[in-house]
């Protein structure tokens, strides 16, 4: 693809972003990961009254010796991205040493507690693909839209191969950046392929929560997905996926179109329950999905992959789990995983780890 001067402004200050989100030394007064996976946190804040840092459903108040910061060390953390807030005077902020990330419906300040043994979304000495920024026109949003698209490395130097791609939804409260800073889908793409265990792709992650995003998503981003890259532009080698309200999306846009997507990935969606009475209408096969029953060797022939996951400590874990079942139970060919983790980014990029390797064979 030959870019232009203010695609190629664009892209390189994206990759610069990127590139600082995972690589830049820590702060002055970053946060410290402690070896028993606690986290000590300090702020200067001479005039405060009260601090305390709001982190994974508790706030820890902090204590300041003299004139000095206040610090904190927390429990024992389990591994994973957490989002936290400073609270300052009863306000809650964003901690100005640290890393911030759309998160959590703001800018949010978050760390990474590393998990022993699992290193597949970490930084690694592999050919490393991009991740470019497409604005485009919404004529149903009369507006401009971004979308970020990931590239394998080997894009620009194969200029007659086509690739298929997967459309990659954020959760609510985050924006299409959640993958890439936070869920690090280029850099797990990355490795994947460097040991050969995924199918070269194109990765597309739009913002979904604006006007009707299925219109956007079939009628907009697609086609300009199409014209402006080369796609293998048919169902066989078309995806989507999500995560909690992506993955409610990548149910009523993907699995309902099968003459546009061919595999579906739902991670810990709350439409089977666990989110709150009156959230979503009791899940059934018969309501939800009649064609699966009507028909389950059509159904199965037009899916390639249906993936399902939730984390093991979240609220939507056992309904997730008896929705599979009912969905196997009906005929369905239904890749069913649970992960360690709440809702949250760990048992996610899990998902997506295990998702892509399954995809387009």
């Known amino acids: 693809m030959i870019l232009t001067m203010k695609h190629f402004i ?9 590139a600082a989100a995972s690589a830049q030394p820590a702060r002055r007064g970053a946060p410290k990961i402690n070896d028993d996976l606690s986290v000590t946190f300090q702020v200067m804040a001479p005039q405060a009254r009260e601090v305390g840092v709001d ?20 429990d024992p953390l389990e591994p994973g991205f957490h989002y936290y807030f400073l609270v300052v005077d009863g306000f809650r902020a964003s901690d100005p040493a640290s890393k911030h990330y759309f998160g959590t419906g703001t800018d949010a300040s978050a760390i990474d507690i590393p998990e022993a043994g699992v290193d597949f979304y970490l930084d690694k000495d592999v050919p490393r693909g991009d991740v470019r920024l497409e604005r485009y026109w919404s004529p149903s949003l009369k507006t401009w839209r971004t979308a970020w698209v990931y590239v394998p490395a080997e894009y620009d130097n194969n200029p007659r191969k086509r690739y298929p791609v997967l459309y990659l939804q954020h959760g609510g409260g985050e924006d299409e950046t959640g993958w890439t800073f936070q869920g690090k889908t ?31 998503l079939l009628e907009e981003t697609i086609p300009m997905v199409d014209s402006r890259y080369r796609t293998l532009a048919d169902p066989k080698h078309r995806a989507m996926a999500g995560l909690s309200f992506g993955g409610g999306q990548s149910w009523s846009i993907g699995l309902k179109h099968p003459e546009v997507f061919s595999s579906i990935g739902i991670f810990s969606s709350g439409m ?10 009791p899940f059934s096969v018969e309501s939800q999905l009649p064609e699966l029953l009507a028909d389950p060797a059509a159904f199965n022939a037009a899916h390639d992959v ?22 196997q139970a009906a005929g ?30």
Request: some cysteine; overall charge neutral.
């Open 10 to 18: 664009l892209t390189a200050a994206l990759l610069l972003c990127v």
């Open 55 to 74: 982190i994974c459903g508790k706030v820890y108040p902090m204590v300041r010796e003299g004139d000095g910061p206040w610090r904190v060390t927390t």
């Open 186 to 216: 280029d850099i797990i793409l990355d490795n994947l392929l460097a040991e050969g265990k995924c199918e070269p792709m194109l990765i597309v992650m739009d913002y979904g929560q604006a006007g009707d995003f299925a219109k956007i």
């Open 272 to 281: 089977f329950g666990g989110v709150g009475a009156g959230a979503y209408a």
């Open 306 to 327: 249906f993936y399902m996951s939730c984390g093991l400590g979240d609220p939507r874990i056992e309904h997730t789990r008896k929705a599979a079942e009912a969905l």
């Open 332 to 361: 369905a060919k239904v890749h069913f995983s649970a992960w360690p983790g709440g809702h949250e980014w760990q048992p996610w990029r899990k998902s997506l780890h295990e998702f892509v390797q399954l995809l387009f064979k």
